[in-house]
């Protein structure tokens, strides 16, 4: 009996040993990669999208680095709403005014001569609205009201389940900066939509400047168009 009894503690003893020690060994298999969401230096999540009659509001939230540099490191980032409108008539001074996450925002916006917009940015945090009301006034003439949608819509993957199959479906473009838990780059997250499609660009920027870019179905992560680092 003092036998039996021996063998089933000394028995235990070796399993709990084993245990821990897998246990161990799994612990330290998951901490040897990289956490991909802490290298991101940009992610533009949502994009609100309206008309009405000849006034269109464009606007996006992005969280990034500032300064913005694409030189495979991770800056310090900040929060940041941009905005650009479209008017009939160029030649006046506009501002625009909404309301988001409980609050009141007015700017006045600066006319963009490039793309004939008139745009401004601001620091706020990220909105939860399906859609916001922005007002566009002109100088002292009354204010033309904009609804504009949020273009995400439902089922969008969030960021690190997107990373998780990206990076599933081009291994070699992330194996070839990632050293342990370390990763030489930085990545570039953008919302895109074209018509009723929902799409990220995803960017890898090595330490040279180089970008490796993918295009991902937003709802599933599917890898639809790949291009080599320039």
Known sequence: MQIRSRLRTKTAALTAAALCAC???LLCGCSAKPQMTDYVSEYRSHIYEGTQGEYSVFAAFSRREYPYLADGCVGKMQDLFEIAVTVPDNTKTYAIRFGCGG??????????SVEMTHECSLSLPEPAENAIDFTVTAEEEEGVSVQAADMRGEGALELAPLLERVQAACPDTFSALTSGRSFAGEVYVRLLCEDERRFFYVGV???EGKTASMLADAATGEVLATRDGT
């Open 23 to 25: 246990g161990a060994l």
């Open 103 to 112: 609050k009141e925002y007015e700017a006045e916006l600066s006319y963009n």
């Open 205 to 207: 920027t090595d330490r």
